[in-house]
């Protein structure tokens, strides 16, 4: 079984900075691609960045130049560097991986969230 867990959400001023961060432990052989989401009250959720396990990188249009995706493929780790946060930046951030098990080639997980408040 494959496990995410997310951490450093929390609230922040509006043009603040945070930092949130992902590990994915268990039986996991290789991950291709480490994404963020979102989701804000009464909307959908939504990709916000993707990261490759070649380093390729993709942004939504409303976090570009802002956030920051990263990881380290050896530790399983993918970091959301969030800079001048806006309060509709306001959601519950998820962590997602696809990856291969011992078992598959290919599965989804999640991580099960981490709450982000930007104060105006």
């Known amino acids: 079984q494959v496990q995410l867990v997310e951490s450093g959400g929390g609230l922040v001023q509006s043009g603040g900075s945070l930092t949130l961060s992902c590990v994915a432990s268990?039986?996991?052989?290789?991950?291709?691609?480490m994404s963020w989401h979102r989701q804000a009250p009464g909307q959908q959720r939504e990709v916000i960045a993707t990261?490759?396990?070649?380093?390729?990188?993709h942004y939504r249009d409303s976090v570009k130049g802002r956030f920051i995706i990263s990881r380290d493929n050896a530790q399983n780790t993918a970091w959301l560097q969030m800079n001048e946060l806006r309060p509709n930046d306001t959601a519950v951030y998820y962590c997602?991986?696809?990856?291969?098990?011992?078992?598959?080639?290919?599965?989804?997980?999640w991580g099960q969230g981490t709450q982000v408040t930007v104060s105006s």
């Open positions: 268990g039986n996991i052989r290789s991950i291709y691609v």
């Open positions: 990261m490759t396990n070649g380093g390729s990188t």
């Open positions: 997602n991986a696809q990856l291969a098990t011992q078992r598959a080639l290919w599965e989804d997980y």
